[in-house]
C-alpha cells in the first residue's frame, strides 16, 4: 500500500510536470499529516527539498508542538528547516482581515522571501483530492461560475499541489503503514467553519450512498476544469473581437457580443477573467445593461467598470479610488479622497445641539467596533439611514437625493465591522444613533482639503 503511494506520487508528479530532480523544492508542513506524508514521499522519491513552517501563535502550546515536530522530523530527514513566528492577532487588528485571510497572506508572503534568498524554484502545498471536492461544495454553496466549481488545481505559478491525486484515506493508511507522526489540529474538529461542516456532515454522507465518491468527483471535477479551459480559449477568441483598448481603458462592445442566451455569460467569463470581478457584481452590472442605464460604477479589486451607452468601459483603479483607510481607536485624523475626518471623543452631556451640518456626524462611541474602515461606496452596499427602519441601497440613497456622478464617484462610506456608520457628509446609520442610553459620542468632522 505505502509503496503504491509513492509509484502513484511520482507518476503524477512526472505526467504533470509539477518539479524534477533538479529543482529545489520548498515544503510547506504544517505538521498534519498531508504535509507530513508529503515530506516523507519527496524525500523517500530523493527530491531535492526544505521544509517551510509557519507558527501563527493561534494555539498556545499546541502551536509550539507542532513547531517542535516539523523541526524534529525535518532533521532525521536531514534537510534543512525555515520557521517563523507571526503575530497573526495582532495582523488582524491591523488589517480587518480574516483570520483565514491574514493567515494566508503572510505565509505565502513568507514562501516568496524564502525562494528568493535561498533559490527554492517550487512551493509544494499538500492539498488533496478531498481537499479539492470541499472547496468544490463551498463554491457551490456560496454562488460561484464554472471555474468556482473546478476545485483546487494542482499548478498556479510556482505553487503545486503534488497531492492532487490521493485522498485522505490513503494519506492516512500511508502514514499509518510508514508510522509518520503527525499532529492533529484541534480546530478540524469544529464545525464554525464551513469547510469542516461538509468534511464532517456532508461528504461522510455521501460516501454512505457511494463509498467512490471521491474518485467519482474528482473525475467530475477534472472534466469541469477541462470544459473551463474549452471556454477559456472561445472566450479569449471573443474578447479579441468585441474588445478595444485606448488611453488605459478597455471599451467591450456588447453589441458586438451575440445577441443570444449566452450574452451574459460571455460578459461574466471576459470580466471575471480578465479583470477578476464576482460574480454577483457582473450579474448587477448585466441587470444594469438590460435596463440601459448608465453612468454606474462595478468594482473588482484592481479595475471600475462603467456602462456607457451601452458599451462596457473597464479601467484600473486609480490610487485614490482604491483607498481603503484603517481608523484605529484613539486616532484623531485620517484622509479619504480629497478630504480629512477629524475624530473627537466626547461625553454626551457636552453635546449642545443634535442639528449639525452634514460634513458633521455625532455616533454613540460603544456602538462601534474598531478598526473602522473607510473606503469609497461599491455597487451592492447598503444601510439603514438615521430616522429609518429599512435598509436601503446606497446607489439608491444618492439617485433619490439627485447626487450627480461626479459627487458619486466621490463618495465615501465608514464602516464598522462591515455595515455603513456614515454615508460620509450626507447620513449616519440609523443604529449608531444617540439614543438615552449614549454616554459616550464620536464627533467626526469631514473637511476638504
Known amino acids: 500500500m505505502a509503496e503504491a503511494l509513492i509509484d502513484k506520487f511520482q507518476e503524477y508528479v512526472s505526467r504533470n510536470e509539477l518539479f524534477t530532480k533538479q529543482d529545489k523544492i520548498l515544503l510547506t508542513v504544517s505538521g498534519g499529516v498531508d504535509s507530513m506524508v508529503l515530506m516523507s514521499l519527496c524525500v523517500n522519491s530523493g527530491y531535492n527539498v526544505g521544509v517551510a513552517h509557519c507558527n501563527f501563535c493561534l494555539r498556545g502550546a499546541e502551536s509550539d508542538e507542532d513547531e517542535i515536530l516539523v523541526q524534529e ?47 527554492y524554484t517550487v512551493i509544494a502545498v499538500a492539498h488533496h483530492i478531498d481537499d479539492s471536492i470541499e472547496t468544490f461544495f463551498i463554491n457551490l454553496l456560496r454562488g460561484t461560475g464554472l471555474r468556482g466549481l473546478t476545485g483546487i488545481h494542482n499548478q498556479v505559478g510556482r505553487v503545486v499541489r503534488p497531492l492532487m491525486f490521493a485522498t485522505r484515506k490513503e494519506i492516512m493508511d500511508y502514514a499509518m503503514h510508514k508510522h509518520i507522526p503527525y499532529r492533529e489540529d484541534s480546530s478540524n474538529k469544529s464545525t464554525k467553519y464551513l ?11 455521501i460516501r454512505e450512498i457511494n463509498p467512490r465518491f471521491p474518485f467519482i468527483m ?21 474578447y479579441e473581437q468585441v474588445t478595444t483598448l ?15 442566451g449566452s450574452r451574459d455569460f460571455v460578459i461574466y467569463e471576459i470580466l471575471n477573467s480578465r479583470f477578476g470581478f464576482k460574480g454577483d457584481t457582473v450579474d448587477g452590472l448585466c441587470k444594469a445593461l438590460s435596463a440601459e442605464i448608465s453612468g454606474k460604477r462595478f ?15 473597464v479601467a484600473p483603479i486609480e490610487e485614490e479610488d482604491r483607498c481603503e483607510v484603517k481608523v484605529q481607536q484613539g486616532q484623531q485624523r485620517a484622509y479619504c479622497g480629497n478630504s480629512v475626518l477629524y475624530f473627537e471623543l466626547c461625553d454626551v452631556d457636552s453635546i449642545t445641539t443634535y442639528n449639525v451640518a452634514d460634513n458633521v456626524a455625532l455616533l454613540d462611541a460603544d456602538k462601534l467596533s474598531y478598526p473602522l474602515v473607510l473606503r469609497r461606496w461599491m455597487e451592492g452596499d447598503s444601510f439603514i439611514p438615521f430616522g429609518m427602519t429599512g435598509r436601503k441601497k446606497v446607489s439608491d440613497y444618492l439617485i433619490d437625493h439627485k447626487v450627480s456622478i461626479p459627487e458619486k464617484n466621490r463618495q465615501f462610506v465608514m464602516l464598522s465591522e462591515g455595515e455603513i456608520a456614515w454615508l460620509i457628509g450626507r447620513r449616519i446609520g440609523d443604529e449608531f444613533r444617540i439614543t438615552r442610553q449614549t454616554e459616550t459620542v464620536l464627533r467626526i468632522t469631514k473637511e476638504i482639503i
Open 73 to 119: 522530523r525535518s532533521r532525521k530527514y536531514g534537510i534543512e528547516c525555515h520557521t517563523r513566528h507571526f503575530d497573526t492577532t495582532k495582523e488582524m487588528e491591523l488589517t480587518g482581515e480574516s483570520m483565514e485571510m491574514a493567515a494566508r497572506r503572510l505565509r505565502y508572503t513568507w514562501f516568496k522571501e524564502l525562494c528568493e534568498k535561498y533559490g
Open 195 to 205: 469547510r469542516n461542516k461538509i468534511r464532517l456532515g456532508l461528504t461522510p454522507r
Open 218 to 238: 474528482y473525475r467530475n471535477i477534472e472534466r469541469l476544469m477541462a470544459a473551463q479551459q474549452f471556454i477559456d480559449c472561445a472566450i479569449d477568441n471573443i
Open 246 to 260: 485606448q488611453g488605459g481603458i478597455y471599451t467591450i462592445h456588447v453589441e458586438k457580443i451575440m445577441h443570444s
Open 299 to 313: 468594482y473588482s479589486r484592481s479595475h471600475v467598470a462603467y456602462l456607457n451607452r451601452g458599451n462596457i468601459e
